[in-house]
């Protein structure tokens, strides 16, 4: 598999293209599964793009903002 991209734009567009090819397989393909485990692999991607990093009670912070908790 190739280097998923960081930015949720160019995200999106891999998200597009792997359900496209996991569409057009045979269910129980080679070539279903692989596209299902990318598109498995970019929502995660995608997911952590958009959730602010988690920094526990105690933890110093590198950016010198307040800690979000969870």
């Known amino acids: 598999m190739t280097e998923i991209p960081a930015d949720r734009a160019a995200l999106m ?3 597009v ?5 996991r569409d057009a397989a045979p ?5 279903y599964r692989a596209a299902s ?3 498995a ?3 995660i991607a995608i997911a ?3 959730e602010p ?3 526990l009670p105690g933890t ?4 010198g903002e307040e800690p979000t908790t969870r």
């Open 41 to 43: 692999n970019i929502e």
């Open 17 to 21: 293209a792997a359900r496209g090819r």
């Open 13 to 15: 567009l891999r998200h």
């Open 27 to 31: 269910l129980d393909s080679a070539d």
């Open 60 to 63: 110093p912070s590198t950016s």
């Open 53 to 55: 990093p988690i920094v």
């Open 37 to 39: 485990e990318e598109v």
């Open 48 to 50: 952590r793009a958009e």
